[in-house]
């Protein structure tokens, strides 16, 4: 099949258009979404399917409905693939399908896919993952390297806007205690510099780094000896835990539900439940570099099935199953 993601190029680009290319069919990013834009690759590379992921610059309320009419008037089916459930779910996600009707939705979260069906949009859960040709180890690089990293943007504006969302939590388990011990962290993301309401202090300027293009976050992942990996909820793996453990980095994430599905404590990560905890397996792990190579090695080992080429046959089996695609 001829597949346009509707995609100016950014992280989409990457992961599940791979795992589509890995089955054998031809995806395009689209650039920015406009009528001329759209319409051109519509005449010109005639795609089978449109595929729409997330939240970003061409998600507004005009360029859906705009690349609904484009679907309705050339007959392309529209798969959405909704990454930013459950929290904002009312916000953004059920506005978004009441305008563009998508013909499939898939959704990170199990929970959330099962409310979608009740409201009559066919829809799968499918988390994500992670593929080789971005998150793979690679040598250590001597200026990413580090006892301990963090790549995220910190987003104060949400943790201010959701008090009980659970990256708060994350955040005092897993990074607080390790600053007020005195470890050095190197943030590689945005607006860390605004986070001392969250943090009990400001960071000092020479741990902020600028945020890391996507493509080269693995260069991180395998530089520094422990990642830390932010949860944002209980039930449910972030995507950069499959994309750190993907890479060979060695994770240090809350010890949620969502988590143990994927990884076992001690054996495949470090797992953490407390502050306490928290400083215990720095010190552990930073003193045991051999035991640190185990449990690198085998995290890598136990998302080995969970690939982008794994959830993109799973996502087509599901089109097959409804009659969207043969």
Request: positive net charge; aromatic residues 12%.
């Amino acid at each position: 099949m001829k597949i346009l993601f509707l995609e100016r190029g950014g992280i989409w680009r990457y992961g599940l258009p791979d795992g589509l290319r890995d089955l054998g069919h031809e995806v395009r990013m689209s650039g920015p979404v406009t009528l001329r834009s759209i319409t051109t690759q519509i005449n010109e590379f005639k795609p089978d399917l449109f595929f729409y992921v997330g939240w970003g610059y061409d998600h507004t309320p005009a360029k859906q409905t705009l690349i609904r009419k484009l679907a309705d008037t050339h007959k392309i089916p529209i798969i959405y693939w909704s990454v930013e459930d459950p929290n904002f779910t009312e916000e953004f996600t059920l506005p978004l399908l009441k305008r563009m009707k998508p013909e499939y939705v898939f959704t990170i979260s199990a929970k959330t896919a099962v409310t979608f069906r009740k409201l009559g949009y066919p829809c799968d859960y499918m988390d994500f993952g992670f593929h080789s040709n971005i998150h793979r180890r690679v040598r250590p690089i001597a200026k990413y390297k580090a006892d301990i990293a963090v790549v995220a943007n910190a987003y104060p504006d949400v943790l201010k806007r959701y008090p009980k969302l659970y990256r708060r939590k994350t955040i005092d388990i897993l990074i607080r205690p390790l600053i007020k011990a005195g470890y050095r962290i190197d943030f590689y993301g945005r607006n860390w510099h605004l986070m001392k309401p969250f943090l009990g202090r400001s960071l000092p300027k020479s741990w902020i780094k600028k945020p890391i293009p996507y493509k080269n976050a693995n260069q991180v992942y395998s530089s520094a000896k422990i990642m830390l990996g932010l949860q944002n909820y209980t039930d449910m793996a972030t995507q950069r835990t499959y994309e750190i453990v993907g890479s060979g980095g060695f994770l240090l994430t809350s010890n949620t539900s969502g988590v143990r599905k994927l990884l076992q404590s001690g054996r495949d990560a470090a797992l953490s439940s407390s502050p306490q905890e928290t400083l215990r397996l720095v010190r552990h792990y930073l003193a045991n570099p051999k035991e640190r190579e185990r449990v690198r090695l085998n995290g890598r080992q136990a998302i080995a099935s969970h690939t982008y080429t794994q959830r993109a046959s799973k996502m087509l089996d599901a089109l097959k199953k409804h009659g969207i695609i043969k």
